[in-house]
């Protein structure tokens, strides 16, 4: 048994299945590319030590000429994925997989399980090879017939499915069970599919629970309606199994999406109010997007830019042990306990950005420009929070100070740039391998910059 190759890894929530070069968190299979994989893999077997950059790039890109830019966006989806700790930047030296490791599965052990659950490999295998999320689907509809055919059609796309057969009782089972999705029918008794989507209306939980229609109503009225309501989507009975598979994994997108967006605005935010906090000395860092304006977006298309410009800044603040205290959508405000560190994190920040530029400039898609200002000193930090809202606060000359010099790189950047200026204080605390520049200077006040 011991001689037995290892086919299954479990770290806690994150699942690596080698054989099969799958990755399962909480249970669900997640899209990974195969250079992703194939960093993650490295990662993992080498876990006991830190792992540099430059064997890294041999390692997943062998034979080819790759910047280390390519490496950290690798490194921020993965973290994206697997979570913020999953990966640890130890600063000059490279990454490390930090979560624990637990029971593994060999050879023996997976043809056992492999015996005992039959249907269950199958599933999963199914479910691997259509790229589907696996997600909790409640199906409400009071003909047994379309109820029992749209159940097997969900679980054979891998999907944990229930059924009510009427409103009233989908809204209890809403209540008291999590879904991600719901296949709502119109037509039913004690409580119709319109009664049930304004109960949803009106209960911010339940509007989390993404919602398809499915009926035999025809007429545009009806659905109307239902996109009125907060509907999803809109299938006509009887349904195509084809266009079922394809509205439903577009529904689960889109739920992720939220979700994860979601989540990271409510890591943002304080769980209600706190002490407030004197830090006597800290530098400040504020990032934002310049000339948003003029680009011309669509909606869709300005809120996956933001998304991914506030993956690539986060990431560039977690690894250098920064905290972020402030986001705005196109700014945001972090703070570190040592001016180079927030230095190292600016530089981060306009190299990825270089990177993402470059991404958008193949797909034809018009470039931004990052401004980031850094002062140092002392700020107040706290909370200020009713019953439904909160917020966190940083006060201080340095933020003002940060604000201003943010700003001021806007002005004469060429398109794509990343510029970013610093105060005095922050350039004193800086040590001799940073090469330093004046470039701008008003009364007391002087801004710097690096060559």
Excluded at 301 to 314: A, K, V
Excluded at 379 to 392: D, I, K
Aim: one cysteine or more.
């Amino acid at each position: 048994m011991s001689g037995s190759p290892v086919t299954k890894l479990v770290f806690g929530h994150v699942e690596l299945r080698l054989g099969e070069r799958r990755v399962l968190v909480d249970g669900q299979t997640v899209a990974l590319g195969s250079r992703s994989f194939d960093l993650l893999k490295a990662l993992v077997n080498k876990r006991e030590r830190v792992v540099s950059k430059e064997e890294l790039l041999d390692e997943v890109w062998p034979g080819l000429v790759v910047e280390e830019n390519n490496l950290q966006v690798q490194i921020s989806g993965l973290r994206r994925v697997l979570g913020a700790a999953a990966i640890a930047t130890v600063p000059g030296l490279g990454y490390q997989f930090t979560l624990p490791l637990g029971p593994a599965e060999t050879a023996e052990t997976a043809e056992a399980t492999d015996k005992r659950q039959p249907a269950q490999q199958a599933q999963q295998k199914t479910l691997a090879l259509a790229g589907s999320l696996s997600a909790r689907v409640l199906v409400a509809d009071d003909n047994r017939v379309n109820r029992l055919l749209l159940c097997r059609s969900l679980e054979l796309m891998g999907h944990q499915v229930s059924a009510a057969a009427n409103g009233r009782a989908a809204l209890e089972m809403l209540r008291q069970q999590p879904f991600d999705l719901l296949l709502l029918d119109l037509a039913m008794p004690e409580l119709d599919g319109f009664g049930l989507l304004q109960e949803r209306a009106g209960d911010a939980a339940l509007c989390e629970v993404a919602v398809i229609v499915t009926s035999a109503l025809g007429g545009v009225a009806p659905v109307a309606r239902c996109i009125e309501l907060g509907v999803e989507d809109f299938l006509h009975k009887p349904v195509d199994p084809w266009l079922l598979k394809a509205r439903v994994d577009a529904s689960l997108n889109a739920k992720l999406l939220r979700d994860q967006q979601r989540d990271a605005l409510r890591r943002l935010m304080p769980a209600g109010p706190s002490a407030a906090r004197c830090l006597p000395d800290v530098t400040v860092l504020v990032a934002g997007l310049h000339g948003l304006a003029a680009l011309d977006l669509s909606p869709d298309q300005m809120q996956e830019l933001l998304s991914d410009w506030c993956t690539l800044m986060f990431d560039a603040i977690d690894g250098r042990g920064g905290e972020l205290a402030q986001f705005s959508g196109d700014g945001l405000l972090a703070l570190f306990s040592e001016p180079q560190a927030a230095v190292q994190a600016a530089q981060e920040m306009g190299d990825l950005m270089r990177v993402f530029n470059e991404e958008r400039l193949i797909a034809e898609l018009a470039t931004v420009n990052l401004g980031c200002g850094l002062a140092r000193g002392q700020v107040l930090a706290c909370s200020a929070a009713t019953s439904s809202r909160a917020a966190y606060a940083c006060i201080g000359a340095p933020v003002a100070q940060a604000q201003r010099l943010a700003a001021a790189c806007s002005l004469g950047t060429a398109a794509g740039e990343a510029v970013f200026l610093m105060d005095a204080a922050t350039r004193a605390g800086l040590s001799a391998e940073f090469e330093i520049i004046a470039v701008a200077q008003s009364g007391a006040e002087a801004a710097y910059s690096l060559l």
